[in-house]
């Protein structure tokens, strides 16, 4: 097939895992006999580096016209990049925020699975994982606190600041939907993730979640509160299937998630809307402090470009492909530094994109 692939390389070891997961795409094409595109395209600080702002309508318009998007990642240092004297409209996550609101892409995964491989690398003790864990975090992307109305003023000559948590039922159920019909094709659970004790947003995100449910006889749905979900994470995070969540608690979990994963920069992720397209990127950050040093891990990237194949480009057999290479080189032992242990074989962000294309 041919496709049109929109690249946000991005700031930090953005380019650097972009390369990699374009190198394995490559080989993709190469074996399986596709052709794809790729526009360039700015986000976050290189587009305000070139342009003074971190999202632009031509990079939006680009986008559209592609039929997915991968990205590495965005922002620098908070403390020494010149980005962050910048009002905060007009930072490089403003960018991130914006690009997903301009697309409508509601629909975060975050799938947080265990190689046994990396069994050394999980901070959890053996008795809480002995099967290991398999979840995806559906996140709702485009509503909640991270989009609601914001500001700081005066108040009774006190400096205050006051953020917004809005949803309506129909940004609910929508991630709901989505949420459920994975669950379908999974093991059947959704956990419901909320603060019902205390927020007016998640008491009707709970009523919504229960509605749709209905429409599910066969997915079992449970409620957790958000602060019992940080916990059960850590205490038995094999009992999670589908956990879904709105945007801030799924961003905060989904850090948590990838932790015992045994690093985050294992963590792929889709953010999808109504359409096949979607925006795919790993869910860790930047990381400019080990920027060109070779030390940053390509695999969420590449299993974020799996993702793209199978959702956006419905390739699914060269979706599994990847995934396999993936497990193959955790498998015979490569490793980059941030999974490193004992015995294996330490290579730099170039060699395991290599490695994994080869195996392709
Ligand atoms: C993520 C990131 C972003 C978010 C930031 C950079 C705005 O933390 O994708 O999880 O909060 O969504
Ligand atoms: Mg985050």
Same mark, same amino acid.
């Given at each position: ?23 394995? +795409? ?14 360039? &395209? ?24 592609? %039929? ?34 301009? +697309?409508?892409?509601?629909?975060? &995964? ?21 099967? #290991? ?87 079992? +749905?449970?409620?957790?509160?958000? %602060? ?12 999670? %299937? ?7 608690? #799924? ?61 956006? &480009? ?5 979706? %599994? ?40």
């Amino acid at each position: 097939m041919d496709a049109k692939i929109g690249l946000i390389r991005g700031d930090g070891i953005g380019p650097e895992i972009v390369t990699e997961a374009k190198k394995v +795409l490559d080989r993709v094409c190469a074996k399986y006999g596709h052709t794809f595109h790729y526009e360039e &395209l700015l986000l976050g600080g290189a587009s305000i580096d070139a342009y003074g702002v971190p999202l632009t309508d031509e990079t939006i318009e680009a986008a559209k016209t592609c %039929d997915a998007v991968l990205m590495g990642s965005i922002g620098g240092d908070a403390k020494t990049s010149p980005w962050y004297k910048l009002e905060p409209s007009k930072r490089p996550e403003a960018g991130l925020l914006g690009i997903r609101k301009a +697309l409508g892409l509601f629909a975060n &995964l975050r799938p947080a699975k265990l190689y046994m491989e990396l069994r050394d690398a999980c901070p959890l003790h053996d008795r809480v994982i002995p099967n #290991g864990f398999d979840l995806i975090i559906v996140r709702e992307l485009t509503g909640g606190l991270y989009f609601g109305e914001r500001k700081t003023f005066t108040e009774n000559g006190k400096v205050t600041a006051i953020d917004t948590l809005k949803y309506n039922e129909d940004e609910i159920r929508r991630i709901a939907i989505r949420a459920f019909d994975i669950a379908e094709k999974r093991r059947k659970k959704v956990t419901s993730v909320d603060k019902a004790n205390v927020l007016d947003s998640s008491r009707l995100w709970r009523k919504i979640v229960e509605e749709v449910s209905h429409d599910y006889p066969d997915v079992t +749905l449970e409620n957790m509160l958000v %602060d019992n979900c940080a916990m059960q994470l850590v205490k038995d995070p094999g009992q999670f %299937d589908v956990v879904l969540t709105e945007n801030m608690f #799924g961003d905060i979990l989904s850090d948590e998630a990838s932790m015992i994963t045994g690093s985050i920069g294992m963590l792929s992720s889709a953010s999808l809307n109504e359409t096949k397209f979607g925006l795919y990127e790993p869910s860790g950050g930047s990381a400019p402090d080990i920027a060109g040093t070779g030390k940053a891990n390509p695999i969420a990237t590449i299993l974020s470009a799996a993702m793209m194949l199978r959702f956006s &480009l419905d390739l699914e057999k060269e979706a %599994d492909a990847v995934e396999a290479a993936v497990q193959q080189v955790m498998t015979e032992g490569y490793r980059t530094f941030d999974i490193m242990s004992d015995g294996c074989n330490k290579v730099s962000t170039s060699e395991m994109g290599d490695a994994i294309a080869e195996r392709v």
